[in-house]
């Protein structure tokens, strides 16, 4: 059992939580209270950044003493949202919010993944018709072995999941989010994921 903090209470966030929690671990989840974000990453020893993208730098950076040392791991896409409430452009053009993430928190090991598919499909890989990947990007080889472990409480296969290498490959993956409004528009709101076959 891993304690584990997640922050955010969204589609995202409820789902994670709940799949986490049958796995058993125990999970608080973080919503918009004051102190609540605090108070739940202290105890933790994995926090999972699950808040809207565009706002989750400046959340997260004053939460620099209670990431100290933890593992976070990032599944947002800071991106600008068009006027249909779609991404329209990357928030961070030749970055990437989890490299962001990893400079201002030198002190916390940032593991980028699960943000390449509609969030259903992060706690039921198995429902797509095809098999999915979940990428992994970050600088530290322990903490992505953690992350690994996880996915698989998730029901990921092994096989499944592709590590890109440091938190610089992040950006690729967070680049991945341009595709998603037009495939919503051309097949709507079903379940898929960014896929590597071979």
Do not use: C
């Not at 969030?119 to 953690?146: C, I, N, R, W």
Request: overall charge negative; cysteine-free.
């Amino acid at each position: 059992m891993t304690m584990i903090a997640v922050l955010g209470n969204g589609r995202v966030g409820g789902s994670l939580t709940l799949a986490l929690t049958r796995a058993g671990h125990e999970v608080t989840v973080a919503d918009r209270s004051p102190g609540s974000a605090a108070d739940a990453a202290r105890t933790a020893q994995i926090v999972i950044n699950a808040t809207p993208g565009a706002g989750s730098l400046e959340r997260l950076i004053a939460l620099r003493e209670e990431l100290r040392g933890k593992i976070l791991v990032d599944v947002s896409n800071a991106t600008v949202d068009g006027p249909d409430g779609l991404p329209a452009e990357l928030l961070y053009p030749g970055s990437s919010l989890a490299e962001r993430l990893q400079e201002a928190l030198p002190d916390t090991r940032v593991v980028k993944t699960l943000n390449t598919m509609l969030y259903t499909v992060m706690t039921a890989p198995a429902a797509l018709t095809q098999t999915p990947t979940a990428f992994l990007s970050g600088k530290d080889p322990e903490a992505k072995h953690v992350v690994r472990g996880l996915l698989t409480d998730l029901d990921w296969q092994q096989e499944w999941i592709t590590d890109l290498g440091g938190i610089e490959t992040a950006r690729a993956a967070e680049a991945a989010i341009l595709f998603v409004p037009h495939v919503i528009r051309s097949s709507g709101f079903a379940p898929f994921a960014i896929s590597i076959t071979r």
